[in-house]
């Protein structure tokens, strides 16, 4: 059975280009640790809410866009392993100081897919 990894981030929206870059070399290391596929949606129609919502949650400013991102692996077993590696991959090389974003405003998590329709 997949298992999924899924991320909200606020990016700033003036650091897209960058974004995106890192983006590209981590999907490129977590395929090499058994992902089947990484998807990054940068945000085109995120509405604030009056309770809760994607900007809310990330606390993103007006000055930022929100990003929502997932890691397919082919079961909860490999995704175990192949994080593991992953962060340790020398390839990954990312300092959380020089990411296009605020880490501490990531918010992530692992899933059991219920319904592939």
Do not use: Q
């Amino acid at each position: 059975m997949t298992y999924v990894d899924g991320f909200v981030i606020a990016v700033p929206t003036a650091n897209r280009e960058k974004y995106k870059d890192v983006a590209i070399a981590a999907a490129a290391v977590f395929k090499k640790h058994g992902a089947l596929k990484v998807v990054e949606c940068w945000g085109e129609d995120i509405p604030d809410g009056e309770v809760t919502s994607f900007p809310m949650a990330v606390k993103a400013s007006a000055e930022e866009t929100v990003v929502f991102s997932w890691i397919l692996w082919p079961d909860k077993a490999t995704r175990e392993t192949g994080m593991k590696n992953a962060m340790e991959d020398p390839d990954m090389n990312m300092d959380m100081a020089s990411m296009p974003f605020d880490g501490k405003r990531v918010i992530f998590g692992g899933f059991d897919i219920l319904l592939d329709a």
